[in-house]
Each structure stands twice: as structure tokens, then as C-alpha cells.
């Protein structure tokens, strides 16, 4: 029942901007992350929020993309700016399922870049042009 629906991948300039949206439904942890993968290379996380809104960035995004959630509990967003060409990818907002132990949900308080994350959408792509 959890749904993740990613947004917003364009093709776009290097040094433009683009801001990607997440729809997420379903009894999933508040903390969610944003994840890209390039043709021939591994999976990498970009961003996380935390439960307490707290961010983590990977160095090669660092103070160029944004994550956040927005009105409400069922948006993520990640603002891209100056994007790179090496930005090229397809990018996935991941969401942890977290474990129900009686009437309780039981999720991390905090995650890393690589989640864990249990629930991926289907990706946006995103190409950035020299």
C-alpha cells in the first residue's frame, strides 16, 4: 500500500535549476531520502531529512541541493541548483516502512545517505546538458 511517485526530472542546462517532487501514501516513517543512479555506475544517496528535519548531504551535492518536506507529511522535495552534467541520473525518493510492533511504529531516529530505506519509487530522469 505504500506509493512513492517521483516528479520534476527534466532535461535541463548545466548551471540551471530543477526541484523534484515526491508523493508518498501509505504508513511509512517521516524520515525519507532522495537516491540517483547513472548508467554503469552504483546507486548513490544524495539526501536524507530526518524525523527531526535534520539533512544529510553527499559531498558532490553539498551546497547545491535542498531537501525538504513540503506542506503536510506526504511531499519530499529535493531543489537542485547549479546542476552539473555529472548530476545526469535517475532519481528515486526512497521511505522506510519502519516495523509495527503492537500498536506502535517503531522508526530510526536517525538514517545515513544509504537509508535503509524499504520503499523506492519509480524514478525521474534527470539530464543535465554541457
Known amino acids: 500500500q505504500v506509493q512513492l511517485v517521483e516528479s520534476g526530472g527534466e532535461s535541463v542546462q548545466a548551471g540551471g535549476s530543477l526541484r523534484l517532487s515526491c508523493a508518498a501514501s501509505?504508513?511509512?516513517?517521516?524520515?525519507m531520502g532522495w537516491f540517483r543512479q547513472a548508467p554503469g555506475k552504483e546507486r548513490e544517496g544524495v539526501a536524507v531529512?530526518?524525523?527531526?528535519?535534520?539533512?544529510k548531504y553527499a559531498d558532490s551535492v553539498k551546497g547545491r541541493f535542498t531537501i525538504s518536506k513540503g506542506d503536510g507529511e506526504d511531499t519530499l522535495i529535493l531543489q537542485m541548483n547549479s546542476l552539473k552534467p555529472e548530476d545526469t541520473a535517475m532519481y528515486y525518493c526512497?521511505?522506510?516502512?519502519?516495523?509495527?510492533?503492537?500498536?506502535?511504529?517503531?522508526?530510526?531516529?536517525?538514517?545515513?545517505?544509504?537509508?535503509?530505506?524499504?520503499?523506492w519509487g519509480q524514478g525521474t530522469q534527470v539530464t543535465v546538458s554541457s
Open positions: 501509505g504508513n511509512i516513517c517521516i524520515a
Open positions: 531529512i530526518d524525523s527531526d528535519r535534520s539533512t
Open positions: 526512497a521511505a522506510d516502512g519502519g516495523l509495527q510492533y503492537g500498536n506502535s511504529k517503531i522508526c530510526r531516529r536517525k538514517y545515513g545517505l544509504g537509508g535503509p530505506f524499504d520503499y
